[in-house]
């Protein structure tokens, strides 16, 4: 198993991507701490399959945009499994679409706080226990491209992800390694939820790879870029688009 022994923090655990990840890491071999927001049926149900696959898991609730949650998942975590190799930071959103004709600086400071500030408490707060090991930060095509209608507070907090992500790769080499993915179109409550679904059937017309992503798409990345099959590769933000952006 690659990551034997490991333990990981997934952020936004409870559903989708977040969930896809931590299913796929404790599949080879690493303890689990699942964050949940609201979503805490589904990190429960993350956390129970996990262990009937024989792996060990928790579910932690927090509002990563406030340290003290932060702090305390991250105790957790170290109290139940002893330290911490992996962070992958999922938890964020775009919240709602608005143009900046109509948006207010409180919407603004709330996706800037959700995608941005939750992933700068979450490092500082692992890098107190982690020694070696890897970040995977989950960025957004919409970081390279400028997202759609309504979405420039969360493409610019995507942005800022990516270049977090080359700053902190310089900073914390050679013993940690940061990477980011850069996912396009995935079939989750995201889309569901902000994009229109004629949208979505025009992606899967235009892809070369003629469909939407899946979340164990993107697990299976995160799995690489956390595992030692990645040992030299930091600082990097892939894409992962079915070939509708190339980077």
């Known amino acids: ?30 303890n689990v701490a699942i964050n949940y927001f609201a979503s805490s049926a589904g990190a429960e149900e993350t956390v129970a399959e996990i262990e009937r ?17 932060v702090e305390a998942l991250v105790a957790k975590t170290v109290e139940t499994f002893g330290g911490i190799d992996i962070l992958v930071n999922n ?25 941005v500030t939750s992933t700068f408490l979450m490092v500082k707060a692992c890098l107190q226990h982690m020694t070696a090991g ?24 995507k942005g800022a992800i990516m270049t977090m992500t080359r700053g902190l790769a310089k900073e914390l080499g050679p013993d940690i390694r940061v990477n980011a993915l850069c996912p396009g179109m995935i079939d989750t409550d995201f889309h569901n939820i902000h994009t229109p679904d004629a949208g979505r059937r025009g992606l899967e017309a235009a892809a ?6 899946v979340p ?11 595992s030692d099959d ?4 930091t600082g990097t933000n892939v894409d992962i688009n079915g070939g509708m952006l190339f980077s």
Request: charged content about 20%.
């Open 91 to 115: 938890a964020g959103g775009l919240i709602a679409r608005k143009t900046i004709s109509e948006m207010s600086l409180e919407h603004w400071q709330a996706v800037m706080d959700l995608n």
């Open 134 to 157: 890897a970040i995977v930060n989950i960025a957004s095509q919409a970081g390279r491209d400028g997202g759609g209608n309504g979405a420039v507070p969360y493409a610019t907090s």
């Open 208 to 213: 070369p790879l003629k469909r939407q992503g």
């Open 1 to 30: 198993m690659k990551l034997q022994s490991k333990t990981a923090i997934v952020t936004g655990g409870g559903r989708d991507i977040g969930r896809a990840c931590a299913v796929k890491l404790a599949s080879e071999g690493a």
């Open 230 to 233: 990645a040992g030299y590769l």
């Open 53 to 69: 696959n024989g792996g060990k898991a928790i579910a932690v609730q927090g509002d990563l945009c406030k340290a003290a949650d």
């Open 216 to 226: 164990e798409d993107v697990a299976n990345l995160v799995l690489y870029l956390a």
